[in-house]
Every structure is written in C-alpha cells, then in structure tokens.
C-alpha cells in the first residue's frame, strides 16, 4: 500500500497505567496493560471497524490516537507526521484534523452552556471566525446535521439523546477534520435513533471524504458501516480484515464466538445458528495470560499458544492463503466448517489444562 493512501499508522503502540499504593509516598504496585503493542493502518476515506468486548481496550486506542492520553510507547502517525511526542502547543494545529465523538450524548455536552457556544468551541479556540460569522457557521452545521438552526440558544437538557449526539456531530464536523474517532457513538441510543446516526455519519462520510475509526459492541453495526474490521482482546489486535471476508470467514476463535453472539435479523437464520459460548472471565489485565492471551478460554489452545505470542499475520486455511490484507494473531486458525464446540485444548502443564477445560459449549435452540 502507498503511504499516501495512509493516513494513520499505528506503530506498536502500548499503554500501561500504573497502580500506586501510598498517600504521601506513592509506589508503584502494578500496571494495567490496556494497550498492548497494537499496529493499525487507516486508510483515506475508509471506514476501520474496531470491536471487542468491554475493557479490552478499544476506547484506550481511540484516546491513544487522539492524543489526549500519552503514549507508554510506540508512534502514531498521522498524515505522514510523527504526533506521539508532540506537546500540547504542537498538537493545536493537529486537532484540527483529527475530531472525536464520544459515547455519551448526555456526559460529553456542558449542561450549563447553549447550544450555540458548544458547537461554536473550535471556531473561537483556533481563532477561525467570531461573532456573526460563527453564528452563521454553527447554525450551517446544525442545519447539516438536521437540527433547527432556531434552536441555537437552547440549553443540552433540550434535545433528546438523539438530538444531542447530533450536536456532538456538529461539534466535530466544525473543522472538517480528516479523521474522526467515533467511540460507540450509538451504544446509549435507542435502535431508531442509532439508524438514523448511523446514516447520518455515511452521509457526511461521502459529502465531505471524512475517514472514521468506528468503535462498537454491536457487530451487526460495525458490519453495515466499515470497510475494515479490527477484532481487540485484552488489549492486542486478534484479527483484521475486509467486513466481508472477516464476516464470513472468520479465523480466530475468538472472532467466531463474537460472531455466533450478534443479533440477526432473519429468524429462520437465528434459528439454526449454533451460538458458541465462552466460558469464564477476561483474565486480568494487570497480569494478562503468557504467549496467546486467548489461550485460557480458546477450545483450541495448545502448548505453542501458552508459550509463543502469535504474530498478527496472513495465516493459511486448509493449506491455502487467504485474501490479501486478512491477518490473524493465532496459532492453530479455524478451518471452514470447524465445529468450535467439539474441540478441546490439549495443553500438557495441569494448570493450564485445568483453567481450559471446558471453556466452551453450544447453545442451540
């Protein structure tokens, strides 16, 4: 790929946060790994879907790549530009392009200002327009986010759910970033209103060339909107592909198991579909597992999974190389028509074998 189809690259980013014990004389007793060593590229224009379950750290990446938590190690790049280092005066320009919307419409708007200042926040910080002219700007962008530009005085506790994400959307549109990190921005919202978000975001996506890292619990969601989709556990990247080749041919257990759980439309489908379920908890992630951080929960986990960390790389299914760009971070892949329900670790130390011992069973209807 060109490095100017790139726009972000992610480079073995980590992020650890430290534990302290004291009051006065604070120690460090830990670390949370919320971030392992995670490599990323987002194309122009593109669509990169991130999913995973709560606390693997999805939401850590996103503030990661948006800088407004420092890095423990590794790059971003963005644009072609190294920003993981820069200070905060340095990074002003670079906010510019880079925009977020948060997962809470009701926690990320002031309750206490209108409307009109929230929206109007990045005119006045980076000095872009004043007075009328940001009104007639804020009031452009609640019209293309399909608010009532009459409504400009109004206070947050106005606007529905719906309503107020939108004024999110605004708010992050103002500038006419490149990139813009949507962190669940429909997860608190009812179906109704999520389609019409979701629609909303593609619109503006074709309208403006707008490239998005679109993070989700739903699957079905990040499915309709991505191009690419990346699979996070315990804080590493398992799997990345195309939405198409990772929804139908999916090779990391872990990856199937999310998506024998997403919710189908079609009955008939949801009827005959064998629902795998992982049993026990996410391991810590202030001590996460050696070598595969799946291998506790994963049917097929042996020793290689306990001793090697699997690299993020194109694996081979039944001896054959699969479509370009699709990489998985396993040892032992799964093979088209594998029933994960019939296999069983075989992993040789007894306490590893007793904490993977029937970490899965089918549930069928």
């Known amino acids: 790929m060109a490095d100017s189809d790139v726009l972000l690259r992610v480079d073995n980013v980590v992020k650890h946060f430290p534990i302290t014990q ?13 971030v392992d060593g995670v ?3 987002v194309r122009r224009g593109e669509t990169l879907g991130l999913v995973g379950e709560t606390g693997c750290g999805k939401s ?13 190690s590794g790059t971003v790049d963005f644009d072609g530009r190294d920003i993981s280092t820069l200070s905060r005066r340095e990074l002003r320009p670079i906010r510019r392009e880079i925009q977020m919307i948060f997962q809470d419409p009701y926690g990320s708007l002031n309750p206490r200002r209108r409307v009109g200042s929230i929206i109007g926040d990045p005119f006045a910080i980076h000095g872009i327009a004043d007075g009328q002219e940001r009104k007639r700007r804020v009031q452009e962008l609640m019209e293309l986010v399909g608010l009532n530009p009459e409504h400009y005085n109004r206070f947050p506790a ?8 939108r004024i999110g959307v605004a708010r992050a549109l103002a500038l006419r970033p490149k990139l813009i990190v949507c962190d669940e921005p429909v997860s608190a919202l009812d179906v109704s209103i999520q389609a019409q978000i979701i629609n909303l975001l ?8 707008l490239t998005y890292i679109f993070i989700a619990h ?3 969601v990040v499915e309709h909107v991505s191009d690419r989709v990346a699979v996070m556990y315990l804080g590493k990247v398992t799997e990345l592909a195309s939405s198409n080749e990772l929804y139908n041919r999916a090779q990391h257990p872990y990856t199937k198991a999310l998506l024998s759980a997403a919710s189908i439309a079609d009955p008939d489908r949801a009827e005959v579909r064998q629902r795998i379920v992982l049993v026990g908890d996410v391991p810590s992630p202030v001590s996460p597992p050696s070598g595969c951080r799946f291998h506790p929960r994963c049917p097929k986990a042996k ?3 306990v001793e090697q960390v699997p690299e993020l790389i194109p694996r081979l299914v039944n001896g054959q190389s699969t479509e370009a760009g699709h990489v998985a971070a396993c040892h032992f892949p799964v093979e088209p028509g594998e029933d994960l329900a019939l296999a069983t670790p075989d992993i040789s130390q007894p306490e590893r074998e007793a904490e993977a011992a029937g970490v899965l069973s089918q549930e069928r209807p």
């Open 22 to 34: 004291g009051i006065i004389f604070k120690h460090e007793v830990g670390r949370v790994h919320a």
């Open 39 to 41: 490599n990323l590229e």
């Open 60 to 72: 850590t990446l996103a503030r990661c790549i948006t800088r407004l938590y420092p890095l423990t």
């Open 158 to 165: 106005d606007f529905s759910g719906g309503q107020r994400q």
């Open 202 to 209: 593609q619109d503006l996506q074709s309208e403006f060339g």
């Open 218 to 220: 739903d699957l079905s």
């Open 303 to 305: 020793d290689k999974c």
